[in-house]
T-cell receptor, first 111, second 117 residues
Framework: KQEVTQIPAALSVPEGENLVLNCSFTDSAIYNLQWFRQDPGKGLTSLLLIQSSQREQTSGRLNASLDKSSGRSTLYIAASQPGDSATYLCAVRTVGDKLIFGTGTRLQVFP | EPEVTQTPSHQVTQMGQEVILRCVPISNHLYFYWYRQILGQKVEFLVSFYNNEISEKSEIFDDQFSVERPDGSNFTLKIRSTKLEDSAMYFC???????????????FGSGTQLSVL
């Protein structure tokens, strides 16, 4: 059974720092991995999607990498800003239709 | 950018009552989903829907739950007789404007917070 774990559970940093959020999954048979942002009481905003054949994806200050064989993905946030404060979720797409989510990393960036 | 819209944003109901949560997926998408998140827990898959039928469902999605696409734009989740443990944020999602669901991004709505009293 696929399990997705994210560490750290929470992170508080000063503005300007570069950050790494980690995601691990137990079964490497995935189609893709997606990183989301969730603001309190709100929906999920898709940040990056990495296909199983890809190693990384970039969007602005965000870079996500995927090492399928070791069951790991990282989300790198460059030059963090207070507006980056949110919960970051990773989710893997497995055989079948569903995404399996991790528990998230709650990020706070203070000025 | 097109988005998935959900109504209502909050729904309060009494235990045992029926509720219908409504979603308008992105117009050219082919695959539709419901997920839920109980406070403090992971986002969980409930059901996927394609070509007017359920393609996959989780153990959570029992006989009390049903989904429907009554017209070309709406996608609904019905809970027939709500329980206290159904209290959660319910998210609708859609994907697959190219018919390749396994490689395409899911777009989520902002959710309906269901509170069962």
């Amino acid at each position: 059974k696929q399990e997705v774990t994210q560490i750290p559970a929470a992170l508080s940093v000063p503005e300007g720092e570069n950050l790494v959020l980690n995601c691990s999954f137990t079964d490497s048979a995935i189609y893709n991995l997606q990183w989301f942002r969730q603001d309190p009481g709100k929906g999920l905003t898709s940040l990056l999607l990495i296909q199983s054949s890809q190693r990384e994806q970039t969007s602005g200050r965000l870079n996500a990498s995927l090492d399928k064989s070791s069951g790991r993905s990282t989300l790198y946030i460059a030059a963090s800003q207070p507006g980056d404060s949110a919960t970051y979720l990773c989710a893997v797409r497995t055989v079948g239709d569903k995404l399996i989510f991790g528990t998230g990393t709650r990020l706070q960036v203070f000025p | 950018e097109p988005e998935v819209t959900q109504t209502p944003s909050h729904q309060v109901t009494q235990m045992g009552q029926e509720v219908i949560l409504r979603c308008v997926p992105i117009s050219n998408h082919l695959y539709f989903y419901w997920y839920r998140q109980i406070l403090g827990q992971k986002v969980e898959f409930l059901v996927s829907f394609y070509n007017n039928e359920i393609s996959e469902k989780s153990e959570i999605f029992d006989d009390q739950f049903s989904v429907e696409r009554p017209d070309g734009s709406n996608f609904t989740l019905k809970i027939r007789s709500t329980k206290l443990e159904d209290s959660a944020m319910y998210f609708c999602a859609s994907s697959g404007d190219r018919g390749q669901k396994s490689v395409e991004k899911l777009f989520f709505g902002s959710g309906t917070q269901l509170s069962v009293l």
